[in-house]
């Protein structure tokens, strides 16, 4: 299968960590450093992409303030007011890339017809598949088209005042 060939169902991250805009920076911050991500989607309860909150959106906000301070606010607050490009599951390779340098990202979300994340593809996948190595077993892209995306919610303990 050639390069150009290829689509966003294809080379798309399908098991991804996401978040809701209510959850605090802190814990986003944790989720993206445990899960070992860049690119945190923040989605409504009906999956629907609100945005995407990379590792730099958490880190140029971080004031200095302690965790309670970092708990206290909300994600949807960090999310930049750049677009917020989409692609389907269909997208090629090359629509997809064009549309990331466009916009000047480096994560786009796949959504379905309803507009529901089914996936993101990263600049990461995109090098993947120029490598050959898109559908790889070991890498979460291969098997069944079932997406599984991992809402997580945790709360930290602060130490007693």
Known sequence: MSVET???EQVMTRVLVTVTAEESPLMAWELMRRAD???LPVVDDSCHVLGILTREDVAATWCGG???EHSCRRVGSLLSRRRLPKVGPGHTL???TAVMLDVGCDAV???SGPGVLVGLVTVSDVLRAVAGRAGRSGE???G???VRTG???LSPVLPPD
């Open 6 to 8: 290829l689509t966003a």
């Open 37 to 39: 991500v860049h690119h």
């Open 66 to 68: 302690g965790p309670d």
């Open 94 to 96: 090359a629509r997809i």
């Open 109 to 111: 979300p796949v959504v």
């Open 140 to 142: 979460g892209r291969e």
């Open 144 to 146: 069944s088209a079932e």
């Open 151 to 153: 809402l997580f919610h």
